[in-house]
């Protein structure tokens, strides 16, 4: 199942309609994937290694992706597909050079209706070149999997196994966070909702839009993450 902004964007290209490249975590590609092309991968990984139609993966393979692989990119979509569209996996667009990055812009601008451009990254939206950061639909990343320091995943595990809310409460009032904590406090909390301790569908929302926005703009995270607090 695709989140939501997601659904919308893919019920357009499904249409036949052009919509700019999206950035997206590798497992988000992976259900993308799955779901055009009815396939049931564990991974991008698994994915990798076997050849489906019309999908064309541009890894990052040495820490940077220089102005030789976007040409690649660039070249493929020239070409006609053989499965009625294609779908352009580029990783780790973050690490695209200056040179890399100009020479997608073009694409980026104009992207053809039988191509659906995704992107991973593995950092926020602000790592990327701003050329390209404003051409593209920034939706999630693998800066989602943010580790929690162990001292704060202890009082969220008082407040959810022990209902004793004040320890963490306090701690969220008190003390001034940086950003990625304030992101692994949501992933932790988006943990939550798989185990179960989470059923109200708001706070699920809420949720994953903090995930979204702590990711990809420069809100303040703190009150993105009081917001949902309050929703507990």
Not at 100 to 118: G, Q, R
């Amino acid at each position: 199942m695709t989140i939501p902004p997601l659904s919308s964007l893919l019920e357009k290209f499904g249409s036949g309609h052009s919509i700019p490249p999206v950035v997206l975590s590798d497992e988000d590609t992976t259900i993308v994937i799955n779901t055009l092309k009815k396939t049931h991968f564990i991974d991008l990984y698994e994915m990798r290694k076997q050849y489906v139609d019309g999908v064309f993966f541009f890894e990052n393979e040495t820490g940077t992706i220089k102005i030789e692989r976007t040409r690649e990119i660039i070249e493929q979509s020239s070409k006609r597909s053989s499965s009625g569209y294609d779908i352009f996996i580029i990783e780790r667009i973050d690490t695209l050079t200056l040179a890399a990055a100009n020479s997608l812009l073009k694409l980026f601008e104009e992207v053809p209706s039988n191509i659906l451009i995704l992107l991973t990254s593995d950092s926020g939206r602000d790592a990327m070149i701003e050329t390209l950061a404003s051409r593209v639909i920034f939706i999630s990343s693998n800066i989602r999997h943010a580790v929690l320091d162990a001292s704060i995943r202890e009082k969220m595990d008082l407040y959810f196994n022990a209902g004793d809310t004040a320890p963490f409460l306090q701690f969220l009032a008190k003390e001034k966070l940086e950003k990625q904590e304030y992101l692994g406090i949501l992933v932790a909390l988006k943990e939550r909702i798989l185990s179960g301790d989470i059923k109200k569908p708001d706070t699920i929302r809420k949720i994953e839009s903090g995930i979204i926005t702590l990711s990809s703009t420069n809100a303040n995270p703190r009150w993105v993450v009081d917001e949902v607090i309050l929703n507990l």
